[in-house]
């Protein structure tokens, strides 16, 4: 079945770090790939996308690469804020069903200091 | 125009109890889906929702879940007798399910279901 791994944390950076969190899947077929981003006291938003194999989303500073010959989708930012600290989900789609159900990681905890 | 909303936010129930989750998706979308983020679980899909019937049902854990959705809005989830281990929050997410593409889910604040 349909995976997706990501990188555990607490993940805890100087505000202005660079930011890596780390997500592998594993899929049958050709998935779309996602980051949601859950800011504390709030709902899942969507941060960014990617449908295909080398497509880049991008979202508020954030990037992530669909890599298929890595099967990774690896979020970065250059600088990040305090107001970047949240949870940060990596998922996938699968259309078996005829519709969008998503796959997601465990999800990595960001906190941004001062 | 306005989110996904669901209610109630907050459900405290005793164990052996039935309970109703309710989901109000954006207008006009076709799609809705249930999940559930627990602690040991993560964020699980549950059930799939285009229109008023339900061609995935995977995600149900037993056949103590069940779901239903009227006039391709409003959706309803129900756990009867309810154990500990239900203890989560429930998501409920909607779409415009584009055919050819992928569509973006938008995500409720959840019910936070607590089983005593």
């Known amino acids: 079945g349909n995976s997706v791994t990501q990188m555990e944390g607490p993940v805890t950076l100087s505000e202005e770090a660079f930011l890596t969190i780390n997500c592998t899947y594993t899929?049958?077929?050709?998935?779309?790939l996602f980051w949601y981003v859950q800011y504390p006291g709030e709902g899942l938003q969507l941060l960014l996308k990617?449908?295909?194999?080398?497509d880049k989303g991008s979202n508020k500073g954030f990037e992530a690469t669909y890599r298929k010959e890595t099967t990774s989708f690896h979020l970065e930012k250059g600088s990040v804020q305090v107001s970047d600290s949240a949870v940060y989900f990596c998922?996938?789609?699968?259309?078996?069903?005829?519709?969008?159900?998503?796959?997601f990681g465990t999800g990595t905890q960001l906190k941004v200091e001062l | 125009g306005a989110g996904v909303s669901q209610s109630p936010s907050n459900k405290v129930t005793e164990k052996g109890k039935d309970v109703e989750l309710r989901c109000d998706p954006i207008?006009?979308?076709?799609?809705l889906y249930w999940y559930r983020q627990s602690l040991g679980q993560g964020l699980e899909f549950l059930i799939y929702?285009?229109?008023?019937?339900?061609?995935?049902k995977s995600g149900l854990p037993s056949d103590r879940f069940s779901a239903e959705r009227t006039g391709g809005s409003v959706s309803t989830l129900t756990i009867q007798r309810t154990q500990q281990e239900d203890s989560a929050v429930y998501l409920c997410?909607?779409?415009?399910?584009?055919?050819?593409?992928?569509?973006?889910?938008?995500f409720g604040p959840g019910t936070r279901l607590t089983v005593l």
């Open positions: 998922a996938l789609s699968d259309r078996a069903g005829g519709g969008n159900k998503l796959t």
């Open positions: 899929a049958t077929g050709y998935p779309s």
């Open positions: 929702f285009q229109g008023n019937s339900a061609p995935d």
């Open positions: 997410a909607s779409s415009l399910n584009v055919p050819l593409g992928t569509d973006t889910q938008y």
């Open positions: 990617a449908t295909k194999a080398d």
């Open positions: 207008s006009g979308h076709t799609a």
